[in-house]
């Protein structure tokens, strides 16, 4: 893995969490923890991270939730084999594994061990860029990890719809701007839709959303509080911190 890829090995959940990443290319942020931290889980569970890299999310969510078990998949072999070492680094590797698989592809998931109706929780941050409309990064990795073609998103909630057993729960991470988008690709298989805007500062436009559904729920929407990361003088919110560093659970996943 090391003669592969340059990586470094960093802390996050104030500490509570280590990852060995990719120095260069897509690196960890908020989006993973904010995601973990809206996912609902409970000890018992199966939940399946889709688009894992190197396991952050779906690995922040097994730290918070003792007892769930979690699957991550990702189509990059190389990142997949950081998120296993990532596993193994934290002590979690009794109850998460690391999947090379393709996202899209439902014969591979279910060789993989992945069959329709089985997950109880689904959770993911699909990259949510439109080559036609941004500019490309030239490192392959990033630019897998941050731009889609169209459909990705659809395509990705109809894997979820199918992983997931009646009543399970889908969150994503996606544009705030793209609301509409996840809305339209949530459908007729998931209801009691949540959102929960995320600010990079009080006061100013939202820049991500997350959502939560729940397939074949009903056709409610709830709109939570939005989460500032920052305040007014750039500093880092309570609120933010509580969730980011302290592992605290967002609102939106009690919807």
Aim: aromatic content about 2%.
């Amino acid at each position: 893995m090391e003669a592969e890829i340059e990586t470094s090995e960093d802390a996050v959940l104030g500490g509570r969490l280590r990852l060995r990443q990719p120095l260069r290319g897509h690196r960890v942020g908020h989006d993973a923890i904010l995601l973990a931290a809206a996912t609902g889980a409970r000890a018992g569970e199966h939940a399946i991270d889709l688009g894992a890299g190197v396991g952050a999310a779906g690995l922040a969510l097994a730290v918070r939730v003792a007892g769930l078990k979690v699957t991550l998949v990702d189509l990059d072999s190389v990142l997949c084999a950081l998120a296993t070492y990532n596993a193994r680094l934290n002590r979690l590797d009794d109850r998460v594994q690391a999947l090379a698989l393709d996202v899209e592809s439902a014969n591979a998931l279910e060789r993989g061990g992945l069959t329709p109706d089985s997950a109880d929780r689904v959770l993911m941050n699909p990259p949510f860029h439109d080559a036609r409309r941004q500019n490309v990064s030239p490192d392959p990795r990033r630019r897998l990890a941050h731009v889609g073609a169209p459909g990705l998103l659809g395509r990705w909630v109809d894997t979820a719809a199918s992983l997931l057993k009646s009543r399970g729960v889908l969150t994503l991470i996606w544009r705030a701007d793209g609301l509409d988008e996840v809305l339209g690709a949530l459908g007729t298989s998931f209801g009691n839709t949540a959102v929960l805007p995320v600010l990079p500062r009080a006061g100013a436009p939202a820049i991500r959303i997350l959502v939560r559904a729940v397939k074949g729920g009903d056709g409610t929407r709830k709109d939570c509080p939005a989460l500032a990361l920052n305040d007014e003088n750039g500093q880092p919110t309570a609120a933010a911190e509580a969730v980011l560093r302290s592992g605290k659970i967002l609102t939106i996943a009690d919807a």
